[in-house]
């Protein structure tokens, strides 16, 4: 459908909401352009104005002049794969084969749209499975996209402050589970807004003997290990970040050798005597962080993925290889081999020269 209006249309919403809650069931009369026009109206409020505007140019130029007339409710992952396809191979014949980025970003755009639909009864859930269009080795990365970034950050805002400050150390600032365990609150300087990562938390093995020497078992303790001094790092975070540890210092008054992220009380786990008191469990922060990815719509939501998500937005930023590497805690190749797919290359440099 060339020359597909994307303006919200408000008259097409109340028919498509009356149509649908009046009967309580989803309705095959409900097209796919439609249901866009409602789900853009549904995320303005939660995106930047330019990633909505790239959003909306998207679904206008490559999307919905394919799907934009089908019946919503007829719509299936075979039909997506079918059209991206196309538009990652050029083989549509209009247009030049597009990014492999770009491709992935258009799949989770029409996935979000068909997750909304869904939970407004608009349409039946639509079982796409896993991202397609962009290849993923056991070295290569696939982050959030900024939708569901806004949407998790959302999910949070219901959670309490020790939820968003676990999601938003690895969001924004890069660190690992371990680092994020071991961070302490005498690691943080609100002052400065510098935020020093040199220490982990780990789990560790021991074998303790019962009775005699020949009977013994494992037991899990906890230790604190100091990072080698190539993944030592200090560095200023992002003002979200340093905003919300401000509150939280605020609120919570901590001992400044006490953990930032707390132990979860309600998990009633049995703990080592040779365990920090108050150390956090990195099982039970993983299993939050999971919760909250699927109350978000994200499945399998990992801590490894937000720091993807962090390297990639650094980048994106405008962020430098080396630069990002020191504060990641990682070697230059180790980054380029990972995110490389998300470098943009900048010869712009070159009309300097001589």
């Not at 909505?52 to 002049?65: D, F, G, V």
């Not at 979000?112 to 993923?136: D, R």
């Not at 939280?248 to 930032?260: D, G, M």
């Amino acid at each position: 459908m060339p020359g597909t209006r994307l303006k919200p249309d408000i008259s097409i919403k109340e028919r498509i909401y009356n149509d649908n809650f009046s009967s309580g069931l989803c309705n095959n009369k409900i097209l796919v352009q439609e249901l866009a026009e409602l789900w853009f109206l549904d995320i303005k409020s939660v995106m930047r104005p330019s990633s909505y505007a790239l959003y909306q140019n998207y679904a206008k130029k490559y999307i919905l002049p394919h799907i934009g007339g089908m019946p919503a409710a007829g719509f299936n992952a075979s039909i997506l794969s079918e059209v991206l396809r196309s538009l990652y191979t050029g083989n549509n014949g209009k247009e030049e084969a597009l990014s492999q980025y770009t491709v992935y970003l258009m799949e989770s755009m029409v996935h979000s749209m068909f997750h909304y639909g869904a939970e407004k009864k608009l349409v039946p859930e639509v079982p796409f499975g896993k991202a397609e269009f962009i290849t993923v080795k056991k070295k290569e990365t696939m982050p959030l996209t900024e939708l569901e970034v806004q949407q998790l950050l959302y999910i949070t805002e219901e959670q309490g402050i020790d939820l968003k400050l676990q999601i938003f150390l690895p969001l924004y600032a890069g660190i690992t589970l371990s680092e994020l365990c071991g961070l302490k609150w005498e690691d943080i300087n609100i002052k400065t807004g510098e935020i020093n990562v040199h220490r982990n938390l780990v789990r560790i093995q021991n074998n303790i003997s019962q009775g005699n020497k020949d009977s013994k078992e494992m037991a899990t303790s906890m230790a604190e290990c100091e990072l080698p001094e190539n993944m030592r790092r200090k560095f200023i975070m992002p003002e979200k970040l340093a905003s919300l540890l401000k509150i939280a210092l605020c609120a919570k008054n901590p001992a400044s050798e006490s953990y930032v992220a707390e132990l979860d009380k309600k998990a009633g786990r049995k703990r080592n005597a040779a365990m920090p008191e108050d150390a956090p469990d990195g099982r039970t922060l993983q299993y939050r962080l999971k919760v909250a990815g699927e109350k978000a719509g994200i499945k399998g939501l990992t801590f490894k993925i937000l720091r993807d998500t962090f390297a990639v937005m650094c980048l994106q930023a405008g962020g430098d290889v080396y630069s990002l590497a020191y504060i990641m805690g990682t070697g230059v190749p180790a980054l380029c081999d990972r995110y490389g797919q998300w470098m943009v290359r900048n010869d712009g440099f070159l009309k300097g020269i001589g």
